[in-house]
């Protein structure tokens, strides 16, 4: 099991879901803290869970209010950096970039990759948790 | 300030390497410990993981993830923060605005973070004085080193009067700050206005380990950390001990006299150079400049203190009425008066100075520099402090806290202190050091107490007791013509003291408050003070404030002072409901007023004292305009306020009884905000908290 986790974390790693940040705060685990990372995950799902939410409703409401969008994606930006998902975090860089010059298909195309990303992430997660994998399974 | 001492929970004590400081320099190591950052994002993961990033580099960190949470956080524990992380997008607030927004009403320095790495975003940051800014991801090593900017800021601070800063950061952010300063609490460093001793240790904070081991100059944050390393040379900390030891020389030289030769030798610390002393006798003239230059008598009131409290009275009363005011505020007028009001209120002689004030005098000196406690003691309207640290170690009591506090006030300031702020720390520290430094510390606390409860009703006893001391103290006025030095207790005056004080216009009442937690000591420096004060407090315009002082401090029973108490108290009362008004105001300001009127001259010097007060608020923050009042006695209300902002910025500084605080805060406040009045010296920067 262990090593079951093992490896799929350095699947995660291998293909860029994760990066360097997220070695960081897994060093940041101790005893003190043996959760922490997992902890953080937890939030960072949760939190991501409400901001692709928020964007999938602003899309489909096809006025695509840009600077509504880039504020979203910023935060989106922001968290997923924070935690390491480096996959996702590219392309809330890329779905930004369409914002700013107003490319809608742009953004919506990377949406829809991003959202992919999200939720592999999530489920390889899952798997590799001892418990019940992570509540949040997007649907993609 | 932190001290690892203290129960901050920093637990730093230990020495833990916190492993920032991998520079192995023990004294370093010891320092960013404890270091109280507050943490604001609006995201969540993102807050959780700075979290533990900070408390891995064992840093107390506070998170928060509203913008105007933050703010009414740092509002209500002014001092009770080094530093400020906060993301450039939150959803309530732009994090540019809190950035202003801490700038200017607590000054302390703030970093800003966002995973927007654009060069204009990044130049806001910059514009607006972030002294820093992080990109997301934030690593630990951004982390660990953020320490820096205390420092630096602090640094700055403490000699921002002299020149800008040192410190590297933008001269905007100098300039800000140093405007900030004066227009909003100079003292407040809270984090920063701690005794902006620039001397080396930058760490105000740390004070504790730091100093001693700064003693040979140690660089500080050398570590990796080149902000410790401005200096280019070693630099001496002047621990709170160090500095009292200083205080003590250049006192028994005698302030004009004292050349940093004879004091190097009266000393006797190994290891400090003849340059050491030089500088920092440097510092501390201009420390007490400014506390006499508030009153602008400074040169008399300071002879006039030093002197002895009768000669002082006479140049007091040169002094304008505001001076006189101001300095009753700063505790050396209304410190009698105060401490007859306090004493009344109390029940306790007012006069408590006499007896205290041997000890005030010790503690004088220790507060460090107690620059800031001398002015605050000064505030304390004891006066006496400043007098004569020396003559009125019981002075002290009234210093901090000319509020009548008793001593158990005092001491329950002390403890009730605990306020986060740096003064409970300061307290306690100043408790450690010496009964005496409890007194600054005492003070401060209670000051700090009441600052920032002061508006609201100062956790910390005094506040709160402000107002009701006030009506004691009417009452008590009468019982304090016989005050009777009152010893210690006029410790505990300073608490109520402090609620007065932190009315300002018993101005020095509040920093006696904190005095009052320092064992007699209440006279930071006896002599320092008493420098420092001389300049406003002693002015007192109507010598029987001085005499107030002084007997308060001495424990002056001295039947003018009962005449002068009376008045006084009228005024003190005035001037502590003033200060309570500062936050109460309507109160304190009807009391005031009517008896602002009573003594008129008293006023006057209320006022002075009052408005030097308010200067010193001024110099936290440019208190609401209440303060203004000085002109006429009704005026001293308003004045009281500022002043008990300031006092509580005293107070305040008291607390930074660590020498190395209060020098901190003086310069702060001395540096940092010019107080309108007169340049009260108080160093605002404790102030800050004052809720006003």
Redesign the interface.
């Known amino acids: 099991m262990q090593r079951q986790v093992a490896l799929i974390k350095q699947s995660l790693f291998d293909q860029g879901y994760l990066d360097d940040q997220f070695m960081e705060l897994e060093e940041l685990q101790d005893d003190a803290n043996p959760n922490f990372v997992e902890e953080v995950a937890t939030l960072y799902f949760k939190d991501s869970a409400r901001l692709i939410n928020n964007i999938d409703q602003a899309l489909e409401r096809g006025s695509f209010d840009f600077s509504r969008l880039d504020s979203y994606m910023h935060q989106f930006k922001g968290s997923s950096t924070s935690i390491g998902a480096s996959k996702v975090k590219t392309e809330c860089t890329t779905f930004r970039e369409y914002c700013r010059v107003g490319n809608a298909e742009g953004c919506l195309r990377t949406f829809q990759q991003l959202k992919k990303e999200h939720a592999t992430w999530q489920d390889r997660r899952g798997l590799g948790r001892q418990h019940v994998g992570p509540s949040k399974e997007r649907d993609k | 300030m932190m001290n690892p001492s203290h129960g901050r929970g920093l637990g730093s004590a230990g020495g833990s390497s916190s492993g920032r400081n991998q520079g192995g320099e023990s004294v370093v190591e010891m320092f960013p410990s404890g270091l109280r950052v507050l943490v604001v994002d609006?995201?969540?993961?993102?807050l959780?993981?700075l979290e533990?990033?900070l408390r891995?580099c064992l840093y107390e960190v506070t998170k928060c993830n509203r913008a105007e949470m933050a703010l009414s956080l740092l509002r209500k524990n002014k001092h009770g923060f080094d530093i400020v992380i906060s993301?450039v997008?939150m959803p309530d607030m732009d994090g540019f605005k809190l950035l202003e927004h801490v700038g200017l009403e607590m000054d302390l320095p703030v970093i800003m973070m966002?995973?927007?790495d654009s060069k204009s975003v990044v130049l806001k940051g910059v514009t607006h004085g972030a002294v820093d800014y992080l990109i997301?991801?934030?690593?630990?090593e951004a982390l660990k080193n953020i320490w820096q900017h205390v420092v630096r800021k602090r640094r700055s601070e403490w000699s921002v009067p002299e020149h800008s800063g040192s410190i590297e950061e933008t001269g905007e952010r100098q300039q800000q700050r140093q405007r900030g300063d004066d227009a909003a609490v100079s003292g407040r460093d809270d984090a920063a206005d701690d005794n902006s001793s620039s001397v080396n240790e930058g760490n105000n904070w740390r004070s504790g380990s730091r100093k001693r081991k700064d003693e040979e100059g140690e660089e500080q944050g050398d570590d990796k950390d080149e902000d410790a390393s401005n200096l280019k040379k070693p630099r001496v900390v002047w621990s709170v001990e160090l500095h009292q030891q200083f205080v003590a020389a250049v006192n028994q030289l005698g302030v004009e006299k004292a050349v940093p030769k004879k004091i190097l030798e009266l000393m006797n610390v190994p290891g400090l150079t003849r340059e050491n002393v030089a500088s920092h006798l440097q510092k501390y003239r201009i420390y007490l400049r400014r506390l006499g230059g508030v009153s602008q008598h400074q040169g008399n009131l300071n002879n006039s203190f030093m002197t002895g409290q009768d000669a002082s009275f006479g140049p007091l009363s040169t002094l304008n009425g505001f001076d006189l005011q101001a300095l009753a505020v700063t505790g050396q007028l209304p410190a009698q008066s105060l401490a007859q009001l306090q004493a009344a209120g109390l029940g306790r002689p007012s006069m408590v100075s006499k007896s205290g004030l041997p000890v005030s005098s010790i503690v004088d000196e220790r507060s460090i520099f107690s620059f800031d406690n001398p002015k605050t003691r000064f505030g304390d309207g004891l006066g006496h402090h400043v007098q004569q640290t020396q003559p009125h170690p019981q002075m002290n009591l009234l210093h901090g806290v000319p509020t009548g506090m008793e001593p158990r006030q005092l001491a329950g300031l002390q403890q009730q202190i605990p306020v986060g702020n740096r003064m409970s720390i300061q307290q306690q520290i100043a408790a450690v050091r010496a009964g005496h430094s409890v007194q600054n510390g005492g003070m401060l606390m209670p000051l700090a107490g009441q600052q920032q409860p002061f508006p609201r009703g100062p956790p910390s006893q005094s506040s709160i007791r402000q107002q009701p001391m006030l009506s004691n103290r009417v009452s008590e006025r009468t019982g304090f013509s016989g005050r009777s030095s009152i010893p210690e207790s006029s410790r505990v005056l300073p608490t109520s003291y402090t609620n007065l004080a932190t009315q300002h216009s018993s101005s020095s009442m509040t920093f006696n408050n904190f005095q009052p937690e320092l064992p007699v000591n209440s006279f930071p420096l006896a002599s320092a003070p008493g420098l420092a004060v001389p300049a406003q407090v002693r002015k007192p315009p109507h010598s029987s404030y001085q005499e107030e002082v002084n007997s308060s401090e001495a424990g002056f029973t001295t039947p003018s002072y009962d005449m002068f108490t009376s008045r006084q108290n009228d005024w003190d009362l005035r001037s502590i409901g003033i200060a309570f008004d500062a936050h109460q105001d309507a109160e304190s300001v009807a009391f005031s007023n009517s008896e602002a009127y009573s003594s008129s001259s008293m006023s006057r010097n209320n006022t002075a004292v009052a408005a030097t007060n308010h200067g010193r608020n001024q110099q936290q923050q440019p208190l609401p305009g209440h303060h203004q009042v000085y002109g006429d006695g009704g005026s001293v209300r308003v004045k009281s306020e500022r002043v008990a902002a300031d006092t509580a910025a005293m107070a305040f500084h008291e607390q930074y009884s660590n020498q190395e605080d209060l020098m901190s805060a003086l310069l702060k406040q001395e540096g940092i905000a010019p107080v309108d009045n007169t340049e009260f010296d108080f160093d605002a920067y404790s102030i800050d908290d004052i809720p006003v």
């Open positions: 609006d995201d969540p993961t993102c959780m993981i533990r990033m891995t993301d997008h966002s995973a927007d997301k991801p934030v690593r630990m």
